[in-house]
């Protein structure tokens, strides 16, 4: 059997009537960037995670940079982001002339350490981007209290946790400004790049939406050294579309979950993911943790599966970053996950042959004898 690690074909089919006649409207009309269709989804985004303002930009890693330049940070300033997570956490700040400060995470949940970020925090420091890695969110009551208690912004990093919930309340409504990707692979994927800036404070609002569109506040009326960063109508039509089926979608990776919970119970040296008990888990991606992990992944290639690594290397120790001077020790927790986990194939419409098959096959090159299922 072969599983691939995503397939949103049938995701595609139960949309596309909706995209078609939505499209031919955009391709008719000839209204491709920011139409009439782009606002109302950002209205419908925004009510959806549960905030006032949602500003529709290129893609996730220019709704995390926007964010930044929306606070205000700069050179001279400090942003905490865990050194665990995809490279564009880091980069916005970067590009901004900040400094990135890495901080680890917790083993439990592979977020962000509250005690960590707090240790970490200087006289420079703006803002922490708390990232809800996998599809589930930071500790975010933790992180909430110390930035206030130090007076820096929190800068959710959605891209992985579309419509997951911390103590009842959506991601995107659980800091000061949340940043959203719709590349294809994401819980909610467009057709191509796109993200959003969201937030419940008028005035970063304001702030975003110059930002992605030339500082522009009139036609040729510039207030500000902005951007072009927006989100293609074209794309809008599609998230539109997709939109009102995200709980159900989200659902559906949970009850695929569930099945590999419990297939892979008691399989030796295995380690499947902890949902926290304030906080849901959207399953963006199933990472679980396993002896020998290299070996495992390849040789499950072999079998037909493709199984991926969410990361193998922490950003501390990216060539990329080498300018901040780090080495390997620094960060331990993030350095031994970054060893063993693996992101076994998820999506909504996974078939339960597929999930068995994964699953019988990974506790096959562990092994591991089943144990008998109490
Ligand atoms: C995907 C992702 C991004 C970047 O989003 P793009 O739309 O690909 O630019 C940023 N942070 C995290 C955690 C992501 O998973």
Redesign the pocket.
């Known amino acids: 059997m072969n599983v691939p690690f995503v397939d949103f074909r049938e995701q595609y089919h139960a949309i596309k009537d909706k995209v078609d006649v939505g499209l031919k409207k955009v391709f008719e009309d000839g209204s491709f960037i920011l139409g009439p269709q782009e606002k109302a989804f950002e209205e419908d985004f925004a009510r959806y995670c549960g905030t006032q303002y949602a500003v529709g930009v290129n ?4 709704a ?1 940079y926007l964010a930044m330049l929306a606070l205000d940070i700069g050179p001279g300033d400090e942003v905490i982001v865990p050194t665990f ?2 490279i ?2 880091a980069l916005c700040v970067s590009y901004t002339g900040a400094k990135p400060v890495f901080v680890d995470i917790e083993d439990q949940t592979c977020n962000i350490d509250p005690a960590r970020f707090e240790a970490a925090v200087t006289r420079k420091t703006k803002a922490v981007i708390p ?1 809800h ?1 996998y599809g589930q969110p930071a500790d975010m009551k933790e992180i909430n209290a110390i930035a206030t208690k130090h007076k820096i912004a929190v800068v959710e ?1 959605a ?2 946790a579309h419509g997951a919930m911390y103590n009842g309340k959506k991601t995107g409504a659980l800091g000061d400004i949340a ?1 959203f ?3 294809p692979t ?1 819980s909610l994927g467009a057709f191509g ?3 959003m800036v969201v937030t419940g404070n008028k005035s970063l609002y304001e702030k975003t939406l110059m930002l992605r569109d030339y500082g522009r506040a009139g036609r040729y009326d510039h207030k500000i050294k902005g951007h072009n960063s927006r989100l293609d109508t074209v794309q809008a039509v599609v998230l539109a579309a997709k939109l009102p089926l995200l709980d159900q979608w989200n659902k559906m990776r949970n009850d695929v979950a569930a099945h590999y919970g419990k297939l892979l119970k008691g399989a030796e040296g295995v380690v499947t993911p902890a949902i926290q008990k304030d906080r849901t888990h959207v399953f963006q991606t199933y990472a679980v943790r396993v002896p020998g992990r290299d070996k495992i992944s390849d040789a499950m290639k072999t079998k037909g599966i493709v199984a991926l690594i969410h990361y193998p290397v922490p950003l501390h120790l990216q060539e990329a970053y080498a300018d901040l001077g780090h080495k390997m020790g620094d960060f331990p927790v993030s350095e031994r996950i970054a060893k063993e986990i693996l992101s076994l194939p998820m999506f909504p419409h996974m078939k339960k042959d597929q999930v068995e098959y994964v699953c019988t096959t990974l506790k096959e090159l562990l092994g591991s004898k089943e144990k008998a299922i109490r």
């Not at 893609?59 to 220019?62: R, Y």
């Open positions: 893609s996730g890693t220019d995390l997570t995809f564009a956490t990232v890695i990093d891209c992985q940043c990707s719709f590349y994401k790049d796109g993200g």
